[in-house]
DNA sequence: TCTGGGGTCCTAGGACCC
DNA sequence: TCTGGGGTCCTAGGACCC
């Protein structure tokens, strides 16, 4: 593996030291959207670009270098880049070449999970017979979807995914990390906390203030530490991935437990109007997707976020499910109103709805229930929704709506990247759960 | 001119039941 | 009369991930 990565130093290079074990490879594609128009519009490579309108979504590693990253609003960025180029994304295109690349590994091996568009873990401990080591499987790879798509992947080969995870961001950016089995702990010992799966900023913060900051310091603090430092369970996996003991396999996703949408507000009065339009758009998207997944939902959640960044959430669970527009609407706003009188708030930056506690449902549901609907409204507004589908299916999305529901205020991010972040999304519901 | 949209998991208190 | 423990569900908030 000479010279494929500059930055796979330390034990990550004894790649033919026999890596018998290490049959786990995370397979990133880097600063994917970004990489994306890179290789659209030959004029923006090898320049610091971000993806985004209002905010970036991606910034190039050449926009990295200046401090521009994700979620960062673009005059920001712009006055800490100020020849960033922004520009808007291609997300169909994001979706077809992301689909490509886990074309190409599933070239490789059957077991593939992918864990987002861009993202995915492989299983080659039955592949080698084929393909040769995971390590030569690896490069492969690597050269498959730079020659062939024409995008960037960084790789990380270990024993488990948490350390195959950890290596392929060591790796970045294009390039490839082995963990040699044997050489776990020394791989691990000296890298900064916040590279361990599940410590974000809050906890790496926390840690920092009891002296921990490597990954070898964690492992050798006294067994409860890290829980009290952080929690029962976070500080049980934190103390687990430390020491390198990582159970998950492989495998496909769990169903999806919730579904959810939202809309970021800017800064708006609290009216009526403005709260039932946007309402009403959100419990269209989440409603319809639920019927297009034949599940229905219990529990549905509000979050309301105010100027200043500040949120809360009000929910509730139903006695039955529900998977109908308009009575997603009503049970949404309730919750909404209650939200912003108790905080008594003028003006709002965000709406959300999250529906939960799915359950699957092959009948179309027109059940009534204590507090919900009466009977006849709840058939008239489920054979509304069945109309509506059929019409979508038919002529298209925007084909058809509820006149009360059109997204009054200017969406705050295209209708296509939306779509890409629901198709993301999409799992299976557990169909053992049916009503 | 202070922030996108899609998710998961955990914690803690209270209600309720046995 | 006062008192005990455990389990489950619901709600709100927070941390985290892509």
């Known amino acids: 593996m000479a010279g494929d990565a500059g930055n ?69 960025a712009r006055s800490l880049c100020p020849e960033l180029v922004i520009v808007n994304g291609h997300f169909r295109e994001y979706q077809h070449l992301g689909d490509a690349v886990m074309d190409v590994f599933s070239c490789f091996t059957p ?71 044997g050489h776990e702990e020394e791989f691990l010992h000296d890298l900064p906390v916040s590279l361990i799966w599940g410590v974000g900023p809050a906890t790496a913060a926390r840690l920092a203030s009891a002296g921990i900051h490597t990954v070898g310091q964690l492992a050798a603090v006294p067994d409860g530490f890290a829980r009290h430092l952080v929690g029962e369970r976070a500080g049980q996996k934190m103390a687990a991935l430390a020491n390198n003991v990582d159970p998950r396999k492989v495998g496909p996703a769990r169903p999806a437990s919730s579904m959810g949408a939202q809309a970021a507000l800017g800064r708006q009065r609290a009216t009526p109007e403005l709260v039932r339009s946007t309402l009403g758009y959100l419990a269209d998207r989440v409603a319809s997707r639920m019927r297009a997944a034949k599940c229905a939902a219990r529990t549905v959640t509000v979050r309301v976020r105010f100027p200043g960044l500040r949120s809360v959430t009000r929910s509730v669970t139903m006695p039955m499910p529900i998977d109908t527009t308009l009575t997603l609407t009503e049970v949404a706003g309730e919750l909404a109103w209650t939200a912003i009188s108790q905080e008594r708030q003028i003006e709002l930056s965000l709406l959300a709805i999250s529906a939960s506690h799915l359950v699957a449902h092959s009948v179309q549901l027109a059940l009534p229930f204590a507090g919900g609907p009466p009977a006849p409204k709840v058939a008239a507004r489920s054979q509304i929704d069945r109309a509506v589908d059929a019409a979508r299916a038919r002529f298209g999305r925007q084909a058809v709506g509820y006149a009360a529901v059109v997204f009054s205020s200017t969406p705050s991010v295209p209708e296509e990247f939306r779509e890409l972040a629901e198709r993301h999304a999409e799992r299976a519901i557990d169909q053992s759960r049916a009503t």
Do not use: C
């Open 8 to 76: 796979a130093g330390g034990p990550g290079d004894a790649g033919d030291a026999g890596d018998a074990g290490a049959n786990v490879i995370h397979a990133d594609l880097d600063a994917f959207y970004a990489s994306v128009e890179q290789l659209l519009d030959p004029a923006l490579r090898d320049r610091p670009i971000a993806v985004g309108g209002g905010v970036v979504l991606a910034a190039s590693y050449q926009a990295r270098a200046f401090g521009v990253g994700a979620g960062m609003p673009a005059w920001r």
């Open 111 to 181: 077991s593939v999970e992918r864990i987002s568009i861009d993202e995915a873990f492989l299983d080659v401990s039955g592949a080698s017979r084929l393909f040769g080591a995971p390590t030569s499987i690896a490069l492969e790879i690597r050269r498959r979807v730079r020659e062939e798509i024409g995008l960037p992947l960084s790789v990380g080969v270990a024993q488990s995914k948490h350390l195959a995870k950890v290596a392929s961001q060591v790796a970045k950016p294009d390039g490839m990390v082995v963990v040699a089995p």
